[in-house]
């Protein structure tokens, strides 16, 4: 066979041509139930909250008929829940010969590192979009446990369709608002988008004017329901609330459930923001903790906390921040402070006295009626608890506790020393306390704004 020099050019442009590429970059799962998808503990130490160590099996595909498997990654080794910055690269071989970008399809398979036969999730979600580039999360429900969640962005040179008008054909821009539509065979899958980023916090909610419950995203994906109080001063975060009118939650709960969102948000609740979310969302900014602490419709201490953060739960959720009044609150020292302490609850008791040293847990009463721990908190001084017992026998005007049952209120210290009669804790159940979190200057806080006391 002869070829010309001009066929042998042709020839071989078209054979080293490029070929198209479609990537996804898998960048977080969350799996914060550490369970398997039959809800059984990965872990035989799941109940002081360790996790699932994962394998990551995916597949994707441009064109919609097929997504082998063609990545396969050991994620952690360390038990952890959740995983980010992971960064797992997934790409399709199969590109060749696809003209137009469409979307694409997505399989996941999370297996158990120690026994690939063990199945921690598995689905395949379709994307619907003429977008070269986005982001996404889905979110998998699983029967009998929590769900897990799965964040992703994808990248393509594949082109859009070409949009036909009339009187031109014009390239739809990779850059244009999304249009297209997101499905999976599974589970309801939310739209890709390439928005703005989503509020992490009450402040940064565009044409916030009135105090009301509103919707925030923490980690920059999940949706978290809020209280956000609109105040002439700033705008306040609210992450815990407690009211002795509304008895519909339940705050004696276990450390793994104080780990989650529980309760209410609304202006006069009980509500729990969860530790989870409080350690995401205090280590994106520098925030200021306000804590109001009522007793009628009096406001009887109003106390700032500075660089107020919640660590990891590889540190059981420490408290870190920096008193506005030392000695007092948060700050009041007696075997240790609670600023400082990991958090703790009945059924997980890390601090560091014993119990039998903790006047929260071991308390005698005159009448030799002994405690019954109640809640969770940090209890480094053993000194307070805002997520104590609401109590309603309470005197009036000083919401002292005037008949001991067992159980002890919402307390807060706010004096230093122990009591008269050498306690840590006050018998005090105050019925209207809250934690709200800030960064705009504490110096515009009004010390004696009380409406959360009266509304």
């Known amino acids: 066979m002869k070829w010309s020099f001009l ?76 995983l980010e910055n992971i960064n797992v690269l997934v790409g399709d071989a199969g590109t060749y010969g696809n003209t137009e970008f469409r979307g694409f399809i997505l399989q996941i398979n999370l297996l158990l590192a120690s026994d690939t036969d063990q199945v921690i999730d598995s689905y395949t979600i379709q994307i619907n979009t003429t977008q070269q580039t986005g982001v996404s999360s889905y979110t998998s429900q699983r029967d009998g446990t929590l ?54 916090d009450c402040s940064e909610i565009e044409g916030l004017t009135a105090s009301s419950q509103q919707t925030i995203y923490p980690d920059g994906v999940t949706a978290v329901q809020v209280f956000c109080d609109v105040k002439s001063y700033g705008i306040l975060t609210v992450i815990q609330s407690r009211d002795n009118s509304d008895s519909s939650t339940d705050f ?48 009887s201490s109003r106390q700032i906390y500075h660089s107020f953060k919640i660590g990891a739960s590889s540190t059981n959720y420490t408290l870190s921040a920096t008193a506005d009044l030392p000695g007092i609150g948060l700050d009041y020292s007696s075997s240790g402070k609670d600023i400082g302490a990991q958090f703790a609850t009945h059924d997980r008791y890390i601090l560091p006295t014993t119990k039998d040293s903790c006047d929260e847990f071991d308390y005698v009463s005159d009448d030799n009626k002994d405690v019954q721990p109640y809640g969770g908190w940090w209890f480094g001084s053993c000194g307070n608890n805002l997520n104590g017992a609401l109590i309603s026998n309470t005197a009036a005007g000083t919401c002292s506790i005037s008949s001991f049952a067992g159980e002890l209120g919402v307390n807060l210290r706010t004096t230093t020393g122990t009591n008269a009669d050498g306690w840590d804790v006050d018998l005090i159940s105050y019925n209207r306390v809250r934690m709200a979190i800030f960064t705009f200057d504490s110096l515009l806080i009004e010390k004696s704004d009380d409406t959360f006391c009266k509304n």
């Open 7 to 82: 066929g042998l050019v042709l020839l071989l442009a078209t054979c080293c041509q490029a070929l198209p590429y479609f990537e996804v970059l898998i960048t977080s799962i969350d799996n914060p139930a550490g369970t398997l998808a039959n809800g059984q503990p990965c872990s035989h130490f799941g109940f002081v909250g360790a996790g699932c160590n994962m394998v990551l099996a995916a597949g994707v595909s441009s064109n919609f008929e097929k997504y082998p498997v063609n990545r396969t990654s050991v994620l952690n080794s360390k038990y952890e829940r959740k």
């Open 147 to 200: 769900p897990t969640t799965i964040t992703f962005a994808w990248s393509t040179d594949i082109p859009p369709p070409v949009v036909v008008s009339t009187t031109t054909s014009v390239p739809e821009s990779s850059t244009s608002a999304f249009t297209g539509s997101t499905t999976a065979f599974t589970g309801t899958t939310p739209a890709p988008t390439t928005t703005p980023k989503l509020p992490v």
């Open 252 to 299: 004696n709960q276990t450390y793994d459930s104080y780990t989650q969102q529980f309760g209410n948000p609304t202006a006069a609740s009980n509500y729990w923001f969860g530790l989870e979310n409080m350690n995401v969302l205090t280590n994106q900014k520098t925030y200021t903790l306000l804590i109001d602490v009522c007793c009628g419709n009096a406001l």
